[in-house]
């Protein structure tokens, strides 16, 4: 069982930057592939970025690259999700996500076996 929560969510102007952080509980994090997803107000939710258990390999969907940086530190139990350039589209409820299959990363939600509450990130313009 790895329980997830997330902080470092809030409110920032567009061009702004957020750190969000997840902590997990457990002995076997560093086992888990983790993905931040984000869902906003009537849309579905979708893939931010994810990383390997090892940490060694990363992916972000289009719309974030460049921007956005997934990183672990598995001493710390902690998956990281550093946000610059922000955009008001970048608005969502942000969550973190473990899937067993650590050695891989996947974009889909139902290959993730363990979910964070979710974190607001509200983006003005």
């Known amino acids: 069982q790895v329980q997830l929560v997330e902080s470092g969510g809030g409110l920032v102007q567009a061009g702004g930057s957020l750190r969000l952080s997840c902590a997990a509980s457990?002995?076997?994090?560093?086992?888990?592939?983790m993905g931040w997803f984000r869902q906003a107000p009537g849309k579905e939710r979708e893939f931010v970025a994810a990383?390997?258990?090892?940490?060694?390999?990363?992916t972000y969907r289009d719309s974030v690259k460049g921007r956005f940086t997934i990183s672990r530190d598995n001493a710390k139990n902690t998956v990281y999700l550093q946000m610059n350039s922000l955009k008001p589209e970048d608005t969502a409820v942000y969550y973190c996500?473990?899937?067993?299959?650590?050695?891989?990363?996947?974009?889909?939600?139902?290959?993730?076996?363990?979910w964070g509450q979710g974190t607001q990130v509200t983006v003005s313009s």
């Open positions: 457990g002995r076997t994090f560093s086992r888990y592939a």
């Open positions: 996500a473990a899937s067993r299959f650590g050695g891989s990363y996947s974009n889909t939600p139902p290959d993730y076996d363990y």
């Open positions: 990383i390997t258990y090892s940490g060694g390999s990363t």
